[in-house]
């Protein structure tokens, strides 16, 4: 049987900032199709730089980047890696900028090249899926924290990705959007790499983990 071709592939990888101590120190990751991890470590061991990195918001000092099989290095590289991977920030203030939540999820098939017809019917499938049916013309800055999370993940979901990075996705959520995301995720069929300190939800979501520790990672078992 012949193995996949690794989704993600990090060699060597060093970042810092403003030249300390580095963050990610030699870092290798290998990422391959269908895996679904949960990546977990104490606050500032360097998840959501790694993160960061991979999706080429942060250069790194050293190393080697391959995703989806090439090296990536210049900013043309990540534009397409940007369209591929569907990247939850940690806060959804972070994701959000339009006026309303159809603009928002609507913002991601419009930059892809769908019609104003097509990024409609995208935005009504993905907003049902995550129980946000009706929420189209609702302001964002308005609506409550859970609401705000959701509707970040509907604007990763909606660009239709071939993979997800989220980063502490059920922070703050009540029970009921925190069950709906698990029923969204385990649904979804895509691979993924989730940070959260959420252990409970991180056991219903991934099926094997990953340990931050001191720039480096590290397998933690099933």
């Known amino acids: 049987m012949v193995e996949s071709a690794p989704l993600i592939r990090l060699q060597g990888v060093s970042f810092a900032y403003n030249h300390h101590r580095p963050v990610l120190d030699r870092l290798d990751l290998t990422f391959f199709p269908g895996e679904r991890a949960g990546l ?13 990195v991979i999706m080429g918001l942060l250069k790194p000092s050293a190393g080697r980047l391959e995703i989806f099989g090439r090296e990536r290095q210049a900013e043309a590289d990540f534009r397409e890696v940007r369209t591929r991977i569907g990247f939850l920030f940690q806060e959804a203030d972070d994701q959000l900028f339009c006026p309303t939540v159809a603009e928002d999820v ?3 098939p419009l930059n892809l090249g769908k019609s104003h017809a097509e990024a409609r019917a995208i935005v009504r499938e993905t907003l049902e899926r995550l129980g946000l049916a009706g929420f189209e013309d609702r302001i964002t800055y308005k609506l409550s924290g859970g609401e705000k999370k959701l509707v970040a993940l509907a604007t990763v979901l909606a660009m239709k990705p071939e993979m997800l990075l989220l980063d502490e996705p059920t922070s703050g959520l009540d029970h009921r959007t925190r069950e709906t995301i698990i029923e969204v995720l385990t649904e979804s069929g895509l691979p993924y790499l989730i940070i959260s300190h959420d252990r409970d939800f991180l056991s219903r979501t991934a099926t094997s983990f990953l340990q931050m520790e001191n720039g480096r990672l590290t397998k933690a078992g099933p």
């Open 40 to 52: 977990i470590g104490p606050n500032g061991s360097g998840k959501t730089t790694l993160f960061h």
């Open 106 to 108: 609507a913002f991601g």
